[in-house]
């Protein structure tokens, strides 16, 4: 008999919160996140403008919570950074620390109650959590929290990470041995979070007295560090800190919590590191190509697998285009590598946002033109490359083609700098289910009869990582090209009726 969960373990949890992106084929992100301790400064404005960097990681809602020392305040809202805040609300949000978190967007998860960050009173003052991932064992969590007695208001494992660490450490303490706190009861308590969770998670703490930076001992999400002239920040990405004017300082360890408080930056081991796994997609498409990974610059990275593109997949052609904006790296160089001219040929609509509302193919298909138009100039008799970052569920690639085709290529030839995705991601990235992943129902040969291409290539697992890292020397999270996942992961979780199981019990639909 198969078993009932309460939840899905996630970010983007709710009855009707799949999916449905009418504007392109990307696996989504859920969430970017900041924090900063700066006394003397306006850090609602810093987050702010942080938020405003991190906007490509999450654009369903957003908040930020800041805290004086004394009390916390918190706004947050549905919509896009420059929807939600401005001057009236910004003011009341007071103090010298602040955290802020942009979330994934979602069809149906618009609700308020799971915007970030979660803010909640305890014995030691206020406590705020801004969170990017997924925990896979958010299940047994959610049950033992309830068996405690702790009441719960949404369905994200977000709101099951504020509530663990809300309880004193000794409350977990048969899964944890505290480990040189320096009498901090939050480092205690965080560490507690890290020994019984599983999953990938970086997170932004707020307390009366100290922002912390949490990741999980892979280091699965990506949380830098920067400095200010009066303080320190924490941030999703670099692109963050360079918007803010802070100096990037290093990454979060794996399994390390980082403190900013008035003693400066302190670390603590939260958690022994494991094998460190950061999320590949990161280089493929999430993270903005000004960003530094692990040292190098996106921009970079993405070119170089365009250039091992074109040597493992070299086609006659006449151009060479991008799928703006992530691809255009990449096909840049490919350009360079084969000599073949680059130019533009699809023009992003940068204004449209996300078509939300027409959840069938056959809008989907439409929603590709109301983004993209062609310069048909450029493409008029030419045997085009198209390079793509990744095809997830095949649903524009396809249109894209027609498009490029309509506007007068002779040959349309799609070359993808990634390998076939045939595996879901439980691990915070909404491609959660085997049957919507197209490499997973066809072989690279279907594929390309079902978009229309006369050629279509994906980059190799070793070609893409000799392209990230020059010098393999990093490891990370491929699970979705390979199926090798880095945490165990539950059988239930591999059900693609889980949302079905999960409605059923909790919503009772
Ligand atoms: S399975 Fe894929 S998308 Fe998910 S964390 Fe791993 S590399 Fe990233």
Redesign the pocket.
């Known amino acids: 008999m198969t078993k009932k969960h309460n939840t899905l373990g996630g970010n983007v949890i709710a009855p009707e919160s799949k999916a449905e992106h009418l504007d392109d084929d990307h ?1 989504r992100e859920a969430c970017g996140i900041f924090g900063v301790y700066a006394p003397g400064l306006d850090v609602a404005r810093l987050a702010f403008f942080a938020l405003y960097a991190l906007q490509h990681r999450g654009q369903e809602s957003t908040g930020i919570a800041t805290c004086d020392g004394q009390a916390a305040y918190v706004h947050k809202s549905m919509g896009l950074v420059s929807q939600v805040y401005n001057e009236n609300n910004l003011a009341p949000l007071k103090g010298h620390m602040a955290i802020g978190h942009n979330r994934y967007s979602t069809t149906g998860s618009s609700h308020i109650r799971n915007a970030q960050p979660y803010l909640i009173e305890t014995m030691h003052g206020p406590l705020g959590v801004a969170h990017n991932g997924n925990l896979t064992n958010a299940s047994d969590l959610r049950s033992q929290l309830l068996e405690r007695g702790v009441g719960l208001s949404t369905t994200t494992d977000s709101e099951l990470i504020t509530q663990i660490l809300a309880a004193p450490a000794t409350v977990w303490s048969p899964y944890c041995k505290p480990n040189g706190s320096g009498g901090d009861c939050w480092i205690d308590r965080i560490q507690a979070f890290m020994a019984v969770s599983e999953g ?1 998670y970086s997170l932004a703490i707020i307390t009366r007295d100290a922002i912390y930076a949490v990741r999980d001992p892979r280091g ?1 999400r990506p949380l830098s560090i920067g400095r200010l002239e009066q303080g320190y920040v924490i941030a999703s990405e670099t692109c963050a800190l360079n918007t803010i004017n802070a100096h990037f300082i290093r990454d979060v360890a794996p399994g390390e919590i980082v403190r900013l408080n008035e003693a400066g930056i302190t670390s603590f081991e939260g958690c022994p590191p494991e094998k460190h ?1 950061l ?3 990161e280089y493929i498409y999430f993270s903005r190509p000004d960003s530094l990974l692990d040292g190098q610059v996106i921009h970079q990275a993405r070119q170089r697998m365009g250039r091992q593109l074109a040597c493992e997949a070299p086609v006659d052609a006449d151009l060479v285009i991008g799928v703006p904006d992530s691809a255009i790296p990449a096909a840049i160089g490919f350009s360079l590598e084969s000599g073949i001219p680059y130019n533009e040929g699809l023009v992003k609509n940068r204004y449209i946002g996300r078509t939300f509302i027409q959840p069938d193919d056959r809008l989907r298909q439409q929603g590709v033109s109301l983004k993209f138009n062609t310069l048909a100039e450029n493409l008029q008799g030419k045997r085009v490359v198209l390079v793509d970052d990744s095809i997830v569920r095949g649903n524009t690639s396809g249109p894209l083609v027609q498009l490029v085709r309509g506007a007068g290529a002779a040959e349309v030839h799609v070359r993808v700098c990634s390998p076939p ?1 045939r ?1 879901p ?5 909404d ?1 959660a289910t085997y049957t919507e992943l197209i490499a997973h129902r066809f072989d690279v040969e279907g594929i390309k009869k079902q978009i229309g291409a006369d050629s279509l290539h994906y980059l190799s697992l070793d070609g893409m990582l000799d392209a990230i890292c020059q010098h393999r020397s990093a490891t ?6 390979t199926g090798v ?2 945490i165990s992961i539950p059988d239930w979780l591999f059900e693609d009726n889980r949302d079905k199981l999960y409605f059923e019990e909790v919503w009772g639909i």
């Open positions: 696996p990938a699965m796994t999320c590949v997609f995705i595996h991601c439980f691990m915070g990235i491609m990370y999270c491929t699970a979705c090209f996942y880095p």
